[in-house]
C-alpha cells in the first residue's frame, strides 16, 4: 500500500491507484470533464490539474498514479490557478449560451465555471462554431457546445462496443461526428447524453420541455427486460418528463439501455386508454368502472356457468408486477381455473424449471471465466448483460456462443458455432461429446474452452428459451453445466420472467398453459397488459382464438389491436402510475412506487383485480395497498429460484426446410417501448424484412430488395426480401412484434418464402 | 573537420555497393566479429554521449538501457523520420542520401536491445526519400544484412518503413506510434512511456533518423572517440540545418561545440552583407535568441541552454536586420495553432488564440495590454499540455515578445511596423 497526502488528509491506497481516485476515497473533489471512472483515462481536458510535491509543473489528477510518500494539493494557489486557466481555455469558444441550452441547470460546465471561470472573458475574437450532426432520432447535437471532452467517443468504443461517434479534425478544427451520413444505433446510445459535460448531446425526445430544477425525481424500476435497471423518474405536472438511470453498481452500474430510458414516451402517448369501454351491438362505449366490472363479473360468472371455469383462460405479460400477477392467478383460481400463464412466447412445455433465473448475481458475471450464451440476441434482449460481458471477454474471460446468427453481440468471442435454428440441440450434444474428449470443429473447440475454466456459466437466451425445442436445449445446458462444473442460467425475457413463477402465474398439471389456451380455445380470455398479436408464440392462433371466445376482456394501458376481439377495454396504469414488484434475473426483489397519479380514468391494475375479485365475492381479496400484496406473496430481498430440470425430453423429429426466427427486435418486444415515436424512428426499429442469408436467397432464387410471400400455415406476409450473411442456412428472420407479421404462425417453425 | 553523417557523400553514391567502400556495415561486421553482447553495445552508447537528435537531447545509451531485457514478447525498434520542425531538413538529407547508415544503426540498436521488428516512419511530404528508402530496404534484405540470421548469425530483424501523411504531431513519438497503428496520431498521456507501453501496448524505443544514424561510427571507433570529437556530454558531431539569410543555406556537419561564428562562416556568412537580427538556433519551437547573444555561442546542447534556449533538432533560422518579428511570429504561431492535434484543451484553445492576438498586432490592430495577454498565455500553455506541442507553441511566443518587446510595442503604438517603415 502506498501512503498519500492530499490536502492534509493521509490515505493509504494500493499502488496503481490515481490520485484523482484517492481524492474521491477522501471525499475531496477534483474538478473534471473528461475523467469518467467507467471510462479509460484520456487526461485530455487538464481540468483536474493539482499541484504535487517535487513535480515542476501542475499534474493531472486522473492520469497520476499514486507514489509512495506523495504530497498532492487540489486547491492550492497553483493547483487553483492551473485549473482557472484551463477554464479560461475552455470557455474562450464555447458559446455561453446557457439560457437556451438544455443542459443548462445541470451542465458540469455551467457548474464549475461559477467556481473557476472569470467574470469577464478577455477573450474578444470570434468564436467557433460547429454544423450539428444528425445521430438519429435519441440524440439531439449542438457541438458548437462541445468541449471535446471525448467521453462520447470513450464510450462507445469501449463500452457499447462499437465506434459510433469520432473525434475528427486537428486542433481548433476538430469535431466530434459519426462517419458520414450514419447515425448513433447501438441500443446503449443514449449513455452519451448522461456522459456530456455540457450541452452538445442533449435527449431529444426532451429537448425544450422542462428545467432540471422543475423536475422532481421518483425511484423506480424498468418495466423491460430481465435486468430490473433502477431508474430515476423525472416528473412534472404529474407528468412523467424523462427517465435517468440510478446508479446502482450491482444491476445497471451507471448505464440505461436506450429501451429503457426512451420507451417513457409511450406513457404519454395519444394511444392510452384512458376510459373503461364495453362493446355492446358492435359498438364502443365508455362507460363507469362499476359497470365495466360489473358487466366482466357477470360475464366471467356466465362463462363458469355454461362452460365450467375451465372454460376461462388468463394470459398475462411477464412485464406485469409481480402484484398484479398474483392477483390475477388468484382470481382465475378463485374462478375454479387453472388456465393462468405468462410464459407468451414460450412454445415448449414438455419439462419447465420451477423458476427460471440467471443462476447467480449480475454482478457476479465478472467472476466468471468461462462463458456460453445460448441461442441469444444478446445485445437487443439483455443489452446491459452483454455490456458486462463485452468488459470480460476485454480481460480475457473466453464468451463461446451457439446461435443460428454470427451476430458477434460486438463482444470478442472465444468460439461460435452458428447453426441452423433447428440443430441448435445437436449442437449441444456436439459440446457435451466434446466435453468427453470427442468431437470436432467449433463444438469442441467450445467444449475445451469451457472445460478450462475455472468459473464456468452456462447462458440460455430468449431464442433459447422460445424455441420449439426450449425443454431439450434447456437439459443439454444442464448437462454441460454439470458437466464442467459450472453454472446454468436463463438470461431471462422480461422484468418479471422469473416472478411470475414465484406467484404461481403458471398453470398445475390441470391447467392449460399459455399455448395450449390458444391450441385449445377458451370461450372467455382475460388478457393483461398484452397483445396477444404482438407478445405471443403463434399470432395467427392467437388472434383466431380471440376471435372466436365469446368474451374477451382486455386489461390494458393502451388501445391495441383488442378493439377489434375484446368485450371489454379496461385501462390498468403503466409501472409509472402504480406501486409494484419486479424480480429481476438473478431473483432480486425490487418494489417501487408510482410516480405520478394514473392518467384518465385509467387505474392500477392491483386495485382493479382487487375490486373485481370482490364482486365475484371471492375470498382473500382485501388489500390496502401492494404492500399487504407483497406480505401474502411473502418473499422479499432475494428470491428462492431453481433453474433444475428432471424431465428427458425426447428429440423431436428432424425438421426439414425453411425454419423461422422470429425473434422480437429490441423495440418490438413491449407494448410500451412500441409506442415510443423516438425508439420507433431508431434503426433498430426498421419494418420487418425477410433476412436470410445470400445462399439461400440464391437458392430461393431472391435478389435482395424482392417483394416476397412469407408463410406459415394460413398466415402470411408481404414483405421484402434482405441479406444478412450472419444467418445460419435454412433460417429466415422475420421479426415479431410487429403488425407486418402479425398475421403469421409461430416464432420458431416452418417457414415458406416465395417471391412475388 | 571529422563527419561521419554526411562523409564522402556526393548526392549520387547512396546505393550499398557505395555505402560499403565507405567502412558500410562495418560495425555490423565488428559487432558481431567481436561478440559483443547487448550490454556492451549499450555501453559504448553510453560512453559516446550521444544525445537524442529528434529535438530532446535525451542520452540515447540511457535509453536503450530502459528496456526490459527479460520481456517475453514482441519489443519494436521505431526510427522516427517525421521530420516535421520548420527550419528542419537534416534528416531528409540522411534517408535520401545516406539510407544504409541509418539502417545500420537501427540493426546495431535492435540487437542492443534484442528486438526483432522496426519500422521507419517517414513523413508525408517527401515521397521520394520514401521510395529511395523502401530500394535501400531491399537491397539490404538481399544482402544478408536485414531479415533472419543477419550474417549469419543467429539474431534476425526485419525493418519495414511507414509512409505518414505528414501532420506535425506525428513527430511527437506516442502520436507516432498511434499513426502506426493506424488510429488518429494523437499523443498518449505519460506515463506509461513507450519503453513499457509502446507500439501496439509493447516495449518500444523510438530513436531519431540522425541518432541511429551516429550508431555505426561509434560501434566502429568506440564511444569515447565519439566523445572527443564533440565536447564532454555533448559527444560527436551534428548536422545543422542552416536556413534563412545566409548565403549558402544547407546541411553543415560540425562537431558539437563549433563556434557559432564558424558555423556561419561556412555558410558563406550572412546574405548581402546584412547584419545578424535574431536566430533560432534549434527549429521553430525553441526560443529566439538576439544577434548579439547568438555570435558568442558554441553550438551545443549545454551551451546554448544556458543562454535560453536549446539545441532542438538543429535547425538554425538566421534573421537579418530586414525581418519583421511581429510578422515572424505570426507565421510561427499560424503553424501551431494549424498543427496542434485538438486533444487537449490549453493547446487546441490556447495555439489559435495566441495566433489570433499575435495576427492582430501584426495588422495594426494590437492592444495595449496585448503583450501581456500573451506572455500569461503561454504560462497557462506551457506545462499543461499533453504533449510538448503546447511548449513548442509557446516558447517561441514568449521569446519573441521577451527579447524583441519594444519592436511589438512599436506595432501596437504606431500600428505599423518598425522594419519595414
Redesign the interface.
Known amino acids: 500500500m502506498f501512503e498519500i497526502e492530499i490536502d492534509g488528509k493521509t490515505l493509504s491506497v494500493p499502488p496503481g491507484s490515481t490520485v484523482m481516485e484517492a481524492a474521491n476515497r477522501l471525499g475531496i473533489y477534483v474538478p473534471h470533464f473528461c475523467y469518467h471512472r467507467k471510462l479509460s ?7 483536474c ?1 493539482v499541484e504535487v510535491e517535487k513535480a ?3 499534474l ?1 489528477a486522473c ?1 497520476t ?1 499514486v507514489a509512495n510518500g506523495m504530497k498532492v494539493k487540489t486547491h492550492s494557489d497553483a493547483a487553483a490557478s ?1 485549473q482557472k ?2 477554464m ?3 470557455l ?2 464555447h458559446p455561453l449560451d446557457c439560457p437556451i441550452c438544455d443542459q443548462g441547470g445541470e451542465c458540469q460546465l455551467q457548474d464549475l465555471s461559477v467556481g473557476y471561470g472569470g467574470v469577464e472573458s ?2 474578444g ?1 470570434d468564436k467557433r462554431v460547429v454544423p450539428n450532426k444528425n445521430l438519429g432520432s435519441l440524440i439531439s447535437t449542438d457541438m458548437t457546445r462541445c ?2 471532452c471525448t467521453r462520447c467517443v470513450r464510450f462507445g468504443q469501449e463500452i457499447a462496443g462499437v465506434m459510433e461517434l ?2 475528427a ?6 469535431e466530434i461526428m459519426p462517419f458520414v451520413s450514419k447515425t448513433v444505433d447501438s441500443e446503449l446510445s443514449g449513455n452519451v447524453i448522461d456522459l456530456c459535460p455540457v450541452g452538445a448531446l442533449t435527449s431529444k425526445p426532451f429537448r425544450y420541455s422542462a428545467r432540471g430544477w422543475e423536475l422532481s425525481n421518483r425511484r423506480s424500476v424498468s418495466p423491460h427486460c430481465s435486468l430490473g435497471s433502477n431508474l430515476t423518474v423525472q416528473v412534472k405536472n404529474g407528468k412523467v418528463m424523462r427517465v435517468l438511470p440510478l446508479d446502482n453498481e450491482e444491476i445497471n452500474e451507471c448505464w440505461l439501455s436506450d429501451k429503457d430510458r426512451f420507451s417513457y414516451e409511450g406513457l404519454n402517448s395519444s394511444d392510452r386508454l384512458e376510459k373503461p369501454m364495453i362493446k355492446q351491438g358492435g359498438e364502443w362505449r365508455e362507460v363507469e368502472w362499476t359497470v365495466a366490472l360489473d358487466y366482466v363479473a357477470r360475464g366471467l360468472k356466465d362463462i363458469a356457468r355454461s362452460h365450467g371455469a375451465q372454460g376461462i383462460g388468463a394470459l398475462a405479460s411477464p412485464h406485469s408486477t409481480l402484484e398484479e400477477l398474483h392477483l390475477l392467478q388468484k382470481l382465475a383460481r378463485g374462478l375454479g381455473s387453472e388456465n393462468i400463464d405468462f410464459r407468451l412466447r414460450r412454445s415448449d412445455f414438455r419439462a419447465f424449471p420451477k423458476a427460471p433465473w440467471l443462476g447467480m448475481k449480475i454482478a457476479d458475471l465478472s467472476i466468471l471465466d468461462r462463458v456460453l450464451v445460448i441461442g441469444s440476441m444478446l445485445n437487443q434482449d439483455q443489452p446491459l448483460i452483454a455490456n458486462r460481458m463485452r468488459q470480460s471477454a476485454k480481460k480475457g474471460v473466453e464468451v463461446n456462443v451457439v446461435n443460428p446468427t454470427s451476430d458477434n453481440f460486438r463482444i470478442k468471442l472465444a468460439n461460435q458455432a452458428v447453426v441452423p435454428v433447428a440443430e441448435m440441440a445437436a449442437a449441444l450434444e456436439a459440446i457435451l461429446a466434446g466435453l468427453s474428449g470427442k468431437g470436432k470443429g467449433e463444438a469442441k473447440a467450445i467444449a475445451q474452452s469451457l472445460k478450462s475454466g475455472k468459473n464456468v456459466g452456462i447462458f440460455l437466451g430468449n431464442i433459447a428459451e422460445q424455441h420449439q425445442d426450449a425443454s431439450r436445449l434447456h437439459r443439454l445446458a444442464s448437462q454441460i453445466a454439470e458437466k464442467c462444473e459450472g453454472k446454468l442460467g436463463f438470461l431471462g425475457e422480461a422484468a418479471n420472467s422469473v416472478g411470475g413463477h414465484l406467484v404461481k402465474a403458471v398453470p398445475a398439471s390441470n391447467g392449460l398453459n399459455a399455448r395450449e389456451m390458444i391450441e385449445d380455445p377458451r370461450k372467455g380470455y382475460l388478457l393483461w397488459n398484452c397483445e396477444p398479436e404482438l407478445d405471443m408464440m403463434n399470432p395467427a392462433a392467437a388472434l383466431a382464438a380471440m376471435d372466436k371466445a365469446e368474451m374477451v376482456v382486455a386489461f390494458s394501458p393502451f388501445r391495441h389491436r383488442a378493439h377489434e376481439y375484446a368485450d371489454v377495454l379496461l385501462p390498468i396504469s403503466p409501472f409509472t402510475e402504480t406501486s409494484g414488484t419486479f424480480v429481476n434475473t438473478e431473483g432480486r426483489v425490487q418494489s417501487f412506487k408510482g410516480a405520478v397519479a394514473p392518467r384518465g380514468e385509467s387505474r392500477p391494475g392491483w386495485k382493479v383485480l382487487r375490486v373485481l375479485g370482490n364482486l365475484l365475492e371471492l375470498e382473500g381479496f382485501d388489500y390496502e395497498d401492494t404492500e399487504s400484496v407483497m406480505q401474502e406473496i411473502g418473499i422479499a430481498g432475494y428470491a428462492q429460484c431453481d433453474n433444475s430440470i428432471d424431465a428427458e425430453p425426447d428429440a423431436l423429429p428432424a425438421a426439414g426446410g425453411l425454419q423461422r426466427i422470429g425473434h422480437a427486435p429490441i423495440y418490438f418486444a413491449d407494448g410500451l417501448a412500441r409506442r415510443s415515436e423516438s425508439l420507433q424512428a431508431t434503426r433498430l426499429s426498421a419494418a420487418p424484412a425477410a433476412f436470410m442469408n445470400a445462399k439461400l436467397l440464391k437458392k430461393l432464387g431472391i435478389e435482395e430488395g424482392n417483394p416476397v410471400l412469407v408463410k406459415q400455415g394460413e398466415g402470411e406476409a408481404r414483405l421484402n426480401a434482405a441479406l444478412d450473411d450472419r444467418l445460419a442456412d435454412d433460417c429466415v428472420f422475420v421479426a415479431s412484434g410487429h403488425p407486418q407479421t402479425s398475421a403469421l404462425g409461430a416464432l420458431f417453425g416452418a417457414i415458406s418464402v416465395e417471391r412475388l | 573537420m571529422e563527419q561521419i553523417l554526411l562523409k564522402g557523400l556526393d548526392g549520387g553514391n547512396w546505393r550499398l555497393a557505395d555505402y560499403l567502400k565507405r567502412d558500410g556495415y562495418a560495425a555490423l561486421k565488428k559487432m558481431f566479429a567481436d561478440k559483443m553482447t547487448p550490454e556492451q553495445v549499450i555501453d559504448e552508447l553510453k560512453k559516446s554521449a550521444l544525445r537524442g537528435r529528434g529535438g530532446a537531447g535525451f542520452p540515447t545509451g540511457l535509453k536503450w538501457s530502459f528496456m526490459p531485457k527479460n520481456y517475453e514478447g514482441d519489443k519494436y525498434l521505431v526510427c522516427n523520420s517525421d521530420e516535421g520542425e520548420p527550419g528542419t531538413f537534416k534528416d531528409r538529407d540522411i534517408l535520401y542520401h545516406n539510407p544504409h547508415q541509418l539502417i545500420e544503426g537501427m540493426i546495431i540498436a535492435a540487437y542492443a536491445m534484442g528486438i526483432k521488428a522496426g519500422y521507419n516512419y517517414i513523413h508525408g511530404e517527401i515521397f521520394e526519400v520514401y521510395e529511395r528508402f523502401e530500394e535501400a530496404l531491399e537491397e539490404a534484405r538481399a544482402a544478408g544484412f536485414l531479415g533472419d540470421n543477419i550474417l549469419g548469425t543467429d539474431f534476425s530483424f526485419q525493418l519495414h518503413s511507414h509512409m505518414g501523411y505528414g501532420a506535425y504531431i506525428c513527430g511527437e513519438e506516442t502520436a507516432l506510434l498511434e499513426s502506426i497503428e493506424g488510429k488518429k496520431g494523437q499523443p498518449r498521456f505519460k506515463p506509461p512511456f513507450p519503453a513499457s507501453f509502446g507500439l501496439y501496448g509493447k516495449p518500444t524505443t523510438i530513436n531519431n533518423t540522425e541518432t541511429f544514424a551516429s550508431v555505426p561510427w561509434i560501434i566502429l571507433n568506440g564511444g569515447e572517440k565519439y566523445l572527443e570529437l564533440g565536447r564532454p556530454n555533448n559527444g560527436g558531431t551534428k548536422i545543422f540545418s542552416v536556413s534563412g539569410h545566409v548565403e549558402r543555406p544547407g546541411n553543415y556537419e560540425v562537431p558539437l561545440g563549433t563556434p557559432f561564428a564558424k558555423l556561419l562562416e561556412m555558410a558563406g556568412g550572412m546574405r548581402g552583407g546584412h547584419k545578424l537580427k535574431a536566430c533560432i538556433p534549434g527549429g521553430s519551437s525553441m526560443p529566439v535568441l538576439t544577434g548579439d547573444v547568438m555570435m558568442d555561442l558554441d553550438m551545443d546542447y549545454d551551451s546554448i541552454a544556458k543562454a535560453g534556449s536549446y539545441l532542438g533538432s538543429g535547425a538554425v533560422i538566421i534573421m537579418d536586420e530586414t525581418v519583421c518579428m511581429v510578422k515572424a511570429l505570426q507565421r510561427l504561431s499560424y503553424f501551431y495553432y494549424e498543427e496542434s492535434c485538438g486533444q487537449c484543451t490549453p493547446c487546441r484553445e490556447g495555439t489559435g488564440w495566441l495566433y489570433r492576438v499575435v495576427d492582430r498586432i501584426e495588422n495594426g490592430m494590437g492592444r495595449n495590454e496585448d503583450l501581456d495577454l500573451l506572455l500569461n498565455m503561454t504560462d497557462n500553455i506551457q506545462g499543461r499540455t499533453i504533449c510538448a506541442l503546447g511548449d513548442a507553441a509557446a516558447m517561441p511566443v514568449r521569446s519573441f515578445v521577451r527579447n524583441f518587446r519594444d519592436e511589438f510595442q512599436y506595432h501596437i503604438d504606431h500600428k505599423h511596423c518598425l522594419v519595414s517603415s
Open positions: 483515462i484520456a487526461a485530455n481536458c487538464r481540468m490539474l515542476p509543473k501542475p493531472p492520469a498514479p492551473a486557466a484551463v479560461e481555455f475552455l474562450i469558444n478577455r477573450y475574437e468541449i471535446h469520432g473525434m479534425g486537428r486542433g481548433e478544427h476538430s
